[in-house]
């Protein structure tokens, strides 16, 4: 019954401050995923620090929904061996 599911909804994720070794963590788990293509589970805590206003996606990561990846990350560099961190992520549909 995918009509009463909550799909295609947008999630942007930002890390600022990324060491560079964090960095590359990114980038394999964005090719382990066969970048846009394979869906994945976003982890709750992945939130901890979120200071947004829109509960409901904080809700839905909670749930377990899967997600596949938008775009590539975009990775800048904000100083040496740092970096700021921007996933885009696209809900596809639940996990259970």
Known sequence: MYGSKRINRKLQLT?????????????????DASGTLNQFNVPSGTL??????ETQNVMAIEK?????????PVMTQVAKDRSTVTVDLVMVTDAS
Not at 64 to 72: D, E, N
């Open 48 to 53: 901890s620090g979120w200071g947004g206003v």
């Open 64 to 72: 377990g929904l899967q997600y596949r990846y938008a775009k590539p």
């Open 15 to 31: 890390y600022a401050n990324v060491a560079d070794t964090e960095v590359e963590k990114f980038i394999k788990h964005y090719s």
